[in-house]
Nanobody, 123 residues
């Protein structure tokens, strides 16, 4: 049974940094991928960064490449998103998600399990 709990969202000034954490249980299959998505009201949910458990494959949206880094802490069972050089357009609710046999990393519909989200505001 997969459970996901996000934390780390906050209000930060432009240019600042935040570290989001996704505490994940039940994510054991090598075919699992864990992704961070974000959404603002009135817009579609956007894939930000993904890491696959089996081979460590990573995906980053073009809008965050070079600024965001997704890593896995096997000791703490967390998937952490380090966000640097934050911009106002990064403001959103950030969600952690898990799926198996992902073909399109950025497609929310391919992910079966979701956390409740954590709010990031850059202002």
């Amino acid at each position: 049974h997969v459970q996901l709990v996000e934390s780390g969202g906050d209000l930060v000034q432009p240019g600042g940094s935040l570290r989001l954490s996704c505490a994940a249980s039940g994510v054991t299959y090598v075919t699992n991928c864990v992704g961070w998505f974000r959404q603002v009201p009135g817009k579609e949910r956007e894939g930000v960064a993904v890491i696959c458990v089996g081979d460590g494959t990573k995906y980053y949206a073009d809008s965050v490449k070079g600024r965001f880094t997704l890593s896995r802490d096997t000791r703490k069972s967390t998937f952490d998103l380090q966000m640097n050089a934050l911009k106002p357009e990064d403001t959103a609710m950030y969600y952690c998600a898990v799926g198996r046999y992902i073909a399109d990393y950025a497609q929310p519909l391919e992910y079966a399990y979701w956390g409740q989200g954590t709010q990031v505001t850059v202002s």
